[in-house]
């Protein structure tokens, strides 16, 4: 069996990268999320373990301690990052492995996992980033606007991304998202073995 | 607006290309066909100008001579070419635009744009293969013995293509092929200007 493709996406706060990508995980049953630790408080409405994994700062810094991550990083004040088996075993599996992580965390997955595709998800403008982190009414307006601030210099770093995906309609978006990993299980780095299987025969 | 995306799509005969094309165009309607010429017998069921521009031996020659061809091949004793404005043409206006070459001809179309997407599509097997081809009646057991031969040598050249698409059942394989056309759409050199016009809001 083929090993599993890892992509790594990344988006500025308020760009829908949950939404599309629980929509996408519906869509096809071969892919799955891994789900990040984090030292940051739930919000409503987020569940530990699925969510993410939710620690103590302390906790987290025994995880780091014990090299149980594939990396992590410090974000507006809490830490994030991935478990490391967790990956692994699943992509041994033949799983499609989702990692949702911010564009340090992607940079240092990219350099252990030189095959990933990395996903930076855009939103359609600023002010439409604006407006909708307004809406989602979850942080007050210090907040907001240093999250905006944030999204400025990340947007720098989607030059290191291999795809685009512009969250304008979330149905798009999606589509996008899916035809993106369907077509990296297409290509020719991830189907090894392949060529050689037919012409052996 | 951006510019089209140029698609080489190759594929050892009988290994359903045509159908597979034929699908795409009609699923998705950004997505031309660039027609070939070609100085080979036209087949029951083909139409000058729509499945190639069918030309005499004399006239191809000219053609190569006025250099109004892309890339040019003779191939089991038939000249086969692409006409070049008609493709730049289109990829200018938007189109994305699928060109349906052999090997050689693709490997000189990646020379003259290197950015261009690769897929070769493979067949389940050359057991299946062969019997496509029996299956199919428009040719003598000795040209499909040829054609296999020339189908094993092809495939070792897969490997200088971005996709391999299997065309083990239709469906899937019309799915692969419009999932790459739109991953390349989504694709950070296909989308120029993208980052930096969100930062100059």
Redesign the interface.
């Known amino acids: 069996m083929s090993k599993g493709i890892l992509i790594v996406v990344s988006a500025p706060a308020g760009c829908g990268k949950d939404t599309i990508l629980e929509q996408a995980l519906k869509a096809n049953d071969n892919l799955f999320y891994s789900v990040s630790a984090t030292s940051r408080a739930m919000r409503p409405g987020e569940t530990d373990g699925v969510s993410y994994f939710f620690k103590t700062r302390e906790q987290f810094e025994e995880m780091i301690k014990n090299g149980e991550l594939l990396e992590y990083t410090e974000y507006v004040g809490n830490y994030y990052g991935t478990p490391k088996k967790a990956v692994t075993d699943m992509l041994e599996a033949g799983k499609d492995v989702i990692l949702k992580i911010e564009i340090e965390g992607a940079a240092n997955v990219k350099k252990m996992f030189p095959d990933c595709t990395m996903v930076?998800i855009?939103?359609p403008?600023?002010?439409e980033l604006d407006r909708r982190l307004h809406k989602r009414g979850t942080e007050t307006d210090d907040v907001i606007k240093q999250r905006l601030e944030t999204a400025?210099k990340e947007?720098?770093f989607?030059?290191n991304?291999?795809?685009?995906?512009?969250n304008a309609a979330l149905e798009d978006a999606v589509?996008?998202f899916?035809?993106?990993v369907?077509?990296?299980?297409?290509?020719?780095g991830n189907?090894p073995g392949?060529?050689e299987g037919?012409?052996a025969?």
Chains 1, 2 share one sequence.
Do not use: G, N, W
């Open positions: 930076f855009l939103p403008s600023f002010a400025r947007l720098k989607a030059e991304y291999d795809y685009l995906v512009t589509a996008d899916l035809a993106v369907r077509a990296e299980k297409c290509r020719r189907r392949v060529i037919l012409l025969e």
